[in-house]
């Protein structure tokens, strides 16, 4: 089952659902909203496969986008398993950080 992330209406990106369930998880541990942490674990413990950040409150949401921007890329780099396939997986990743600025969210 694949995972979508929509950042924005018309602004989103999908992935495979492991790997949109371990885009989460990244963020789990560390934001500091622990309601929206719970959330984000909810959608991937019960395989809701989607989650719109446009829907979440402002602070969450500039956190979020932190996060991916500053860490996300390199936390793939180090945390998911070598393979033949891993350089297109951290592409795809590096996808969602660039479409946080498609969605107009501030540096």
Known sequence: ???LIVLKPGVDWTASGGLFD???EFLVSRLSDRQVADQLQEVVDNN???I???EL???AQAEIVSHWRRDLV???NH???ESEN???VVRHLQELVDATYSAGYPD
Do not use: C
Request: hydrophobic content about 40%; glycine content about 16%.
């Open 1 to 3: 089952m694949a995972g």
């Open 52 to 54: 719109w950040v446009h």
């Open 79 to 81: 945390e998911l398993p």
């Open 86 to 88: 891993k350089p297109g």
């Open 48 to 50: 809701l496969g989607s």
């Open 57 to 59: 409150p402002p602070d």
């Open 74 to 76: 390199a936390a793939g």
């Open 22 to 24: 371990w885009t989460l």
